[in-house]
């Protein structure tokens, strides 16, 4: 059964950093459009970033300038370095596959990883 697990969250203040990452079990990334998602209290998941296998980044205007996604294909495994963190980047982050109009790909989801930014 394909898995997904993300890692790296934690509480951090404004201004700081923190490296998310997210591996598979049971399912490779391989020729996958990869990226992050983040879903607020009381918001809608919502689309962060995105990478092409090969190259090719996309990121949601919010974040542009600030974080910055990558991934290792040999270790099929998907990285979103945040720096400058915001109070309003505090939400759950999950990973996926992503399709060309920004939607998760894959119907399966990981427990995510709790990001939280003081003010």
């Known amino acids: 059964q394909a898995q997904l697990v993300e890692s790296g969250g934690g509480l951090v203040q404004a201004g700081g950093s923190l490296r998310l990452s997210c591996a598979a079990s049971g399912r490779t990334f391989t020729g996958y459009r990869m990226g992050w998602f983040r879903q607020a209290p009381g918001k809608e998941r919502e689309f962060v970033a995105a990478i092409r296998y090969f190259s090719g980044t996309s990121y949601a205007d919010s974040v542009k300038g600030r974080f910055t996604i990558s991934r290792d294909n040999a270790k099929n495994t998907v990285y979103l370095q945040m720096n400058s963190l915001k109070p309003e980047d505090t939400a759950v982050y999950y990973c996926?596959?992503?399709?060309?109009?920004?939607?998760?790909?894959?119907?399966?989801w990981g427990q995510g990883t709790q990001v939280t930014v003081s003010s």
């Open positions: 996926n596959a992503i399709k060309s109009d920004d939607k998760p790909q894959w119907a399966f």
